[in-house]
């Protein structure tokens, strides 16, 4: 069965940067774009990155655009989302999940895997 798990959320201040880890396991990763999304207090879920399974094509919210970078390495069955300057806004539980290949009108096809979400909180 199909496992994703994410890890390095936490508490940082406005400016500031984290790196967040999805680590997955049960499915073909190499074969599977990836995707993360984010979903604040009383908030819609929102996509904020997908990456191709070779890692060539990237697309990301126009929230997080020029801030945060995805990155995956197969051999680690790993995907990563790096979050710079980070604004208070950008507070939420963070989900990775499979298969993303792209933004929602791009990519019509929900995922069938989720991960169960790391909380990211940022400071003023």
């Known amino acids: 069965q199909a496992q994703l798990v994410e890890s390095g959320g936490g508490l940082v201040q406005a400016g500031g940067s984290l790196r967040l880890s999805c680590a997955a396991s049960g499915l073909t ?13 009383g908030k819609e879920r929102e996509f904020v990155s997908a990456i191709s399974w070779t890692g060539t094509s990237k697309y990301y919210g126009n929230s997080v655009k020029g801030r945060f970078t995805t990155s995956r390495d197969n051999s680690k069955n790993t995907v990563y ?12 539980v963070y989900y990775c999940a499979a298969p993303v290949n ?12 989720w991960g169960r979400g790391t909380q990211v909180t940022v400071s003023s």
């Open 29 to 41: 990763f190499s074969s599977y774009g990836m995707g993360w999304f984010r979903q604040a207090p």
């Open 102 to 113: 792209g933004p929602p009108g791009l990519d019509t096809n929900p995922p069938n895997y």
């Open 81 to 92: 989302l790096q979050m710079n300057s980070l604004k208070p806004e950008d507070t939420a």
